[in-house]
């Protein structure tokens, strides 16, 4: 294995009951004033909301409030909370909701320290160094931004759906309670589960053979994820196969699966990027569109690695490694469908015509791919497989 460095400071809270605890937690980081975000009202529904302002106030922090926040999450809505932020002198950022909220939330917590404009961030001009306590209470299990120091941002103008990170965007601390999700939307927990077999996708036919401990963990939580999620969408009440979906979501991506990877892959998330930029698709509907195109369009670089993928994952047995390492993609392609996720960009009502404006938004982020570098081309071709 390679070197590596491993660090994640954040601490879980995870299991029914847990979200209660939230106040004591920020009160024990000397948070005074906490601006509380959220998304579109989902919080108000499932009494996530009371629960959770109610021990804020048992534990006499001030509270500031914005909701709104958007999946697919923008800039201009970043702006307003860090106006609000530095205005009222808030001391700390709680985020309730999905990565849309938690990314706002990073971002917020950055910009209310930065004299400048934060997407300096994204545009690389800037690295975060300073931002304020971070603290979340996870209601969908998908991103892993509970756990890691990265965010999404779109900045609409300009159709930019672009990341950062840094370490002091880790959360400090993050509350997981699967019960509470048993109030998404089927496709909501179909897209999470989606976006976190991605996300381990993304590291794991990186390494070649010399990455044997993290593969067989990656294939571990992908079998987990793939068996709880078939449970859950006729079940979505179940709360054993919530909590095994929940913690593989976070394990998925809070950098352990990423170790001695090269930092991974990601050359199908910039592409969804650009997709989700335009049409503003759900992010795991568009991953399970690009992923399966992706691994079609780069297989040769590792063809033993797309076979491993094949025998562990599907227990296909019978053929040559380029037919195993074929049929693994299929099936996984198969298996989205059969959640009931989209795989194709023509069911998203996209145009052929409009794959170019894709591949030109996507070639903007460099170097894009590890396992093949791609160009302008190659993201051409994948949208192509991608598109029917
Ligand atoms: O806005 P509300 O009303 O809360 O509804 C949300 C939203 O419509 C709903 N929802 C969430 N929890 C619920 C619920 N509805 C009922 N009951 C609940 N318990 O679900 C919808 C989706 O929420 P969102 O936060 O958008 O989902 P997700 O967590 O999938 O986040 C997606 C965003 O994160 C980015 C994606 O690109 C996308 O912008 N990503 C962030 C990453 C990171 N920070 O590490 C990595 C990922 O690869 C990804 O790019
Ligand atoms: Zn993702």
Sequence with gaps: MDNFIFENPTKVIFGQDTIKNIGTEIKSHNVKKVLVLYGKGSIFKNGVYDTAIGSLKENDIDIIEIGGVKSNPVLS??????????????????????????DTAKTVSAGICYEGDIWDAFEKTYIIDKALPIFTILTISATGSEMNGGCVITKEDEKKKWSTSASVLYPKVSIIDPTIQSTLPKEQTVYGAVDAISHILECYFIGGDKTDVIDEMSEGIIRTIMKHSKILIKDPNNYNSRSQLAWSATLALNGNLKIAKNGGDWATHGIEHSVSAFTDVAHGAGLAIIHPAWMKYVYKEDVNKFKRFGENIFGIKEGTSEEIALEGISKLKEFFKDLGAPTTLKELGIKKEELDKFADNTELVTPLGRLKALNRQDILNILKIAYE
């Design 77 to 102: 809505k970043v702006y307003e909370a860090i106006e609000v932020g530095k205005k009222e002198k808030v001391d700390g950022i709680l985020a309730i909701g999905g990565g849309s909220t938690i």
